[in-house]
Nanobody, 126 residues
Framework: QVQLVESGGGSVQTGGSLRLSCAAS????????MGWFRQAPGKEREGVAA????????YIANSVKGRFKISRDNAKNTLYLEMTSLKPEDTAMYYC???????????????????WGQGTQVTVSS
């Protein structure tokens, strides 16, 4: 069965960096677009970044542009999110998700993803 397992979250101070990983299994990883989302307490889950199946196209939310970078290693079935210059407003649970085949809507819409990991917590203190 499809499994997505995130890791790499933690607590850092403002300006710090973290690298999140998402290990995928149970399907042909290189076939699917992948994405990162985050959800802060009391807020909607929002798209952070997405990457096409062969890494030819990436998408980054305006709120993290210039600070976060998404990448993937299809040989290792792993998705990454490099986060730098972290701010307290980046505090959230971060989720990786598998893109839904045939979906043609916005990369940041939750409807465009069919499997989700359990999340990894990122806390940024001032």
């Amino acid at each position: 069965q499809v499994q997505l397992v995130e890791s790499g979250g933690g607590s850092v101070q403002t300006g710090g960096s973290l690298r999140l990983s998402c290990a995928a299994s149970g399907y042909v990883y290189s076939t699917y677009r992948m994405g990162w989302f985050r959800q802060a307490p009391g807020k909607e889950r929002e798209g952070v970044a997405a990457i096409s199946s062969r890494s030819s196209t990436t998408y980054i939310a305006n709120s993290v542009k210039g600070r976060f970078k998404i990448s993937r290693d299809n040989a290792k079935n792993t998705l990454y999110l490099e986060m730098t210059s972290l701010k307290p407003e980046d505090t959230a649970m971060y989720y990786c998700a598998r893109g839904r085949l045939g979906y043609s809507g916005s990369w940041s819409s939750k409807e465009g993803y069919d499997y989700w990991g359990q999340g990894t917590q990122v806390t940024v203190s001032s």
